[in-house]
């Protein structure tokens, strides 16, 4: 039994990246002979495409995937611990994983993501849900299947969760949710340390992957008929500084647009890194898209202190002022927490300002959620839930009229879009614009992974309808 601790979660070391490649041991081939798998995920892109190579580990051991949970006889999910309210979701569906196991007890469950690297909860699973058969955590993905054989032949919880700065595991399988477009990893962990979040904690040190190992799979995309990459990374702007090559976000950008594929896009973009050589490169070429998503937080100086955001208010407002100005026709989105520890009236209307100022495509908003030890968890907070509730309500009237608006400019206009499969409307397929705005579209099956051309005919909050024009 290996447990997280977050004390040594949280060192950082001038250690040197221990770079790995994965390779099947023959022993486990078998284990899923005849059996089934089920993965829910929680969180974020860097989650859903984790889940895509637990997916490939499980199907190298013969596993097959089910959409339906009553149906496996393996139950994963992978969780996040961004929130407070991502646990109770987790904790919730963890109950009906339990009356299942209650019907059949041979069912293997699994925790598996950012909570499971959370002190925390692991010990809350080892004390109050002993039957939950497997932990592992982010940093152990590529020990799934000796885990798992572990669990199987010594019928005990078996739970696996290193706390370390993390190294870098090349080459494990992945079986990608698309066929159009896929998520490429181009670095983990985190060193920002803001105040308030746990992922520096749940995913280490931050690694910035070697261009060769980025570069040949992007090229394997482009042949394999992919045509959208996101290059995904908690602060991609940051990529290469732990490198010891002289080579930075903006030469990555360069060489994955020069592989040709048709949309490159990346996620995302911390203020600090955010530097001129890389709007000029995105404003050079054509398959980079003009979508950037740059998160405020907050608009009080004072508060981006308390936060450690390293910007302030004006820093951010340039840096979104010179995106608009150089790259042309840019949709620019963010993430904003209200009711920090402490934030006043006065805090929460310098926020609303940088809001009225940008007016943002579109913004994902959030109440401060404390974060077990994490240094804002132990800020003075006087701040109470209403008034909070309160802030959020007003700040989502402001982001859904913005959103509102950049939506009618599209309106009668041709935009390029990803046909990516059915929409959830009946009978329309659904796909994404360059800008990142999604569109429901009429039209036959053949368009699905094609970019077209649609001539937006109707324009929502969050969708715009469109027909396919030749
Ligand atoms: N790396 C990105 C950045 O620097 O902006 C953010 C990644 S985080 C997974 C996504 C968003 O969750 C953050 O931008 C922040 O708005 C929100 N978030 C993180 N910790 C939070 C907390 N403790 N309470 C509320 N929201 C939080
Ligand atoms: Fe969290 Fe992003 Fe700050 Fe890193 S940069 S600590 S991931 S909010």
Redesign the pocket.
């Known amino acids: 039994m290996i447990l997280p601790n977050m004390k040594e979660a949280k060192i950082r070391t001038n250690k040197k990246v221990n770079i790995s490649k994965y390779d099947v041991d023959s022993k486990y081939k078998n284990i899923g002979n005849n059996k089934k798998y089920f993965i829910k995920t929680y969180g974020c892109q860097m989650n859903v495409h984790d889940s895509e190579n637990i997916k490939a580990l499980l199907e190298e051991m013969k596993f097959q995937e089910v959409y339906n949970m009553e149906d496996a006889d393996l139950i994963l999910l992978n969780t996040c611990a961004i929130r407070e309210n991502a646990h109770n979701k987790v904790f919730g569906f963890l109950g009906r994983v339990k009356h299942l196991k209650e019907i059949r007890p041979d069912i293997i469950s699994g925790i598996c993501g950012c909570m499971a690297q959370e002190e925390s909860v692991v010990n809350e699973i080892k004390d109050k849900y002993k039957w939950v058969d497997i932990v592992f955590g982010t940093h152990n993905i590529h020990n799934l299947p000796s885990i798992l054989n572990d669990s199987l032949m010594k019928r005990q919880q078996e739970i696996e969760v290193y706390s370390i700065e993390g190294e870098i595991v090349e080459n494990i399988p992945v079986k990608r949710d698309s066929k159009y477009k896929a998520w490429v990893n181009i670095m983990y962990g985190?060193?920002?340390?803001?105040t308030?979040?746990?992922?520096?904690y749940t995913?280490g040190k931050q690694r910035s992957r070697e261009p060769e190992y980025i570069l040949e799979e992007v090229e394997k995309l482009v042949r394999d008929g992919y045509k959208e990459v996101t290059l995904l990374g908690?602060?991609v702007n940051a990529y290469g500084k732990d490198l010891d090559i002289n080579y930075t976000m903006s030469d990555l950008l360069r060489d994955v647009a020069e592989t040709k594929i048709e949309r490159v896009r990346f996620v995302?973009s911390?203020p600090w890194d955010f530097n001129d050589e890389m709007i000029k490169v995105i404003s050079e070429y054509d398959n980079i898209m003009p979508y950037i998503h740059l998160?405020l937080?907050s608009g009080s100086d004072r508060i981006l202190k308390l936060m450690?955001?390293r910007y302030t208010k004006e820093d951010y407002i340039n840096l979104f002022n010179k995106l608009k100005e150089n790259i042309p026709n840019v949709s620019i989105t963010t993430d904003i927490i209200v009711g920090f520890p402490g934030e006043t009236e006065e805090d929460f209307k310098d926020t609303l300002d940088v809001v009225n100022t940008c007016k943002y495509d579109s913004a994902y908003t959030f109440i401060f959620s404390p974060r077990v030890g994490t240094p804002a968890e132990k800020m003075k907070d006087d701040v109470t839930i209403e008034e909070k509730n309160k802030r959020l309500h007003i700040l989502n009237e402001s982001v859904n009229k913005y959103a509102n608006e950049a939506n009618q400019r599209y309106l009668n206009k041709v935009v390029p879009v990803l046909i990516e499969g059915k929409s959830e409307k009946d009978n329309m397929l659904m796909g994404y614009t360059d800008t990142m705005k999604l569109v429901n579209v009429s039209g036959s099956d053949n368009y699905i992974g094609k970019i077209v051309n649609v001539k937006i005919t109707d324009v929502k909050t969050w969708s715009l309808d469109g027909k396919i024009v030749k």
Request: charged content about 20%.
């Open positions: 985190c060193d920002k340390f803001c308030y979040c746990i992922v520096p995913r908690q602060n995302t911390h998160p937080q450690g955001r």
